[in-house]
């Protein structure tokens, strides 16, 4: 089945304590972005990646980095994670970078940071 | 700057009336539009595209490159349209795509 699967869908952690989020998609697709979604601030890009090796800043980068190393993961990484990233994270991918092609979300990461 | 405004944070009707779920984008080149739905526990999915001129679900939209608004209407509201709406735009080729805020459409029996 064509997806987008996230790992972990909760987690609970402390401020400070390093934690990664993965995603991954079996689609062959060149786009992968992150999103964080905050009740009345909407869906907000963190990071995209237009193929391996390639990322780049959404519009609320500060706090998280991304890598790239394969054409089907595309990692989210909180280094130090503080309260203000608690919220619920979806990560998207598409066949191409063109912004017209259809965008496939994963489940989402319900992270609540103590 | 690309921008996409959805000024109802929530839309409440009750079943079989009309419904229409405002979004105004800002744009300076030729947009692409799109509504992407959440059903609760679900994730997000594409429910339409403004370049298909297609109805989903008995929904349709219509750019209106006038008045830079891209409505998703819907003549007779079902309970199982209850959800969060997302207007977004992007822009032609390599584009990053922009969320509107949300619209959650509640649909009352």
């Known amino acids: 089945e064509a997806q987008v699967t996230q790992n972990p869908r909760y987690l609970i952690t402390v401020t400070g304590k390093k934690l990664t989020v993965t995603c991954s998609q079996n689609?062959?697709?060149?786009?992968m972005s992150w999103y964080r979604q905050d009740p009345g601030l909407g869906l907000r890009q963190i990071y995209y990646?237009?193929?391996?090796?390639?990322?780049d800043k959404g519009d609320v980068p500060e706090g998280y980095k991304v890598s790239r190393k394969e054409k089907r993961n595309f990692p989210l990484i909180l280094e130090s994670p503080s309260p203000n990233q608690t919220s619920l994270y979806f990560c998207?991918?598409?066949?191409?970078?063109?912004?017209?092609?259809?965008?496939?979300f994963g489940p989402g990461t319900r992270l609540t940071v103590l | 700057a690309q921008r996409v405004t959805q000024p109802e944070k929530l839309l409440s009707v009750f079943k079989g009336a009309p419904v229409e779920l405002k979004c105004n984008y800002s744009?300076?080149?030729?947009?692409?539009l799109f509504w992407y739905v959440q059903y609760s526990r679900q994730r997000l999915q594409l429910l339409l595209r403004?370049?298909s001129r297609e109805s989903i679900k008995g929904f349709t939209a219509d750019l209106n490159k006038g008045e830079t608004s891209f409505h998703l209407k819907k003549p007779f509201a079902q309970e199982e349209d209850s959800a969060m709406y997302y207007c977004?735009?992007?822009?032609?080729?390599?584009?990053?795509?922009?969320f509107g805020k949300g619209t959650m459409l509640l649909v009352s029996p």
């Open positions: 998207a991918s598409s066949l191409s970078p063109r912004g017209a092609d259809t965008q496939y």
């Open positions: 689609m062959n697709h060149e786009y």
């Open positions: 990646s237009m193929n391996v090796e390639v990322t």
């Open positions: 744009y300076s080149g030729s947009p692409e």
């Open positions: 403004h370049i």
């Open positions: 977004a735009l992007s822009g032609r080729g390599y584009s990053t795509l922009t």
